[in-house]
């Protein structure tokens, strides 16, 4: 009897996938701005039909809303994790020979390039230790590392994130999904 459920259960655990952790799972940008955050809430009151670009109401919402942006908060419930995320990569720093050390991630085209840049909750400050080829303006990467709520200025916008980036891969769209 033993040997018959001994046999039994080595044909049903054997017979079954054996799946590792993925050791970087995939977030979207959406999971980096914390639940309840609404930066519309003090923008609201502000009556933007009538107004000229030169008029002082629109400065002064245009400067309202660059104060939200660049103060935007991070969740954080991801710092210290280990993700892999898609977005464009925005070069910062190159080595001599023209890899690149130092990245934003941005979640659309052309963000950081245009004003006014994204909330910081949603520019990551990437940085690599080992210097990375081919990488192109705007070029579309899933990036691998780990993750930590560390806000940044840079010259292009205000960063809510750091990631250690460990690696990146041209991004494609999954099969499943074009």
């Given at each position: 009897m033993n040997k018959l459920l001994f046999a039994l259960l080595a044909v049903i655990c054997l017979g079954q996938p054996v799946h590792a952790a993925d050791p970087y799972p995939e977030i979207k940008w959406e999971a980096l701005v914390?639940?309840?955050w609404d930066p519309t809430r003090d923008l609201k009151n502000l009556n933007l039909g009538t107004l000229q670009d030169s008029d002082p109401?629109?400065?002064?919402?245009?400067?309202?809303?660059?104060?939200?942006?660049?103060?935007?908060?991070?969740?954080?419930?991801?710092?210290?994790?280990?993700?892999?995320l898609a977005g464009y990569v925005l070069p910062l720093e190159r080595d001599?020979?023209?890899?690149?050390?130092?990245?934003?991630?941005?979640?659309?085209?052309?963000?950081c390039i245009h004003t006014p840049p994204p909330p910081a909750n949603q520019i990551?400050?990437?940085r690599s230790a080992k210097p990375l080829a081919g990488v192109k303006m705007m070029e579309a990467l899933w990036v691998y590392g780990?993750?930590?709520?560390?806000?940044?200025?840079?010259?292009?916008?205000?960063?809510?994130?750091?990631?250690t980036v460990e690696k990146i891969t041209p991004?494609?769209?999954?099969?499943?999904?074009r």
């Open positions: 914390p639940k309840g109401r629109a400065i002064e919402a245009l400067e309202k809303l660059k104060a939200l942006w660049d103060n935007a908060p991070a969740e954080p419930a991801h710092h210290g994790k280990k993700i892999r001599k020979e023209g890899k690149v050390t130092e990245f934003l991630l941005v979640p659309y085209y052309g963000a990551i400050h990437a780990t993750l930590t709520v560390q806000r940044g200025e840079t010259t292009w916008g205000v960063a809510g994130y750091r990631l991004y494609e769209i999954p099969p499943g999904k």
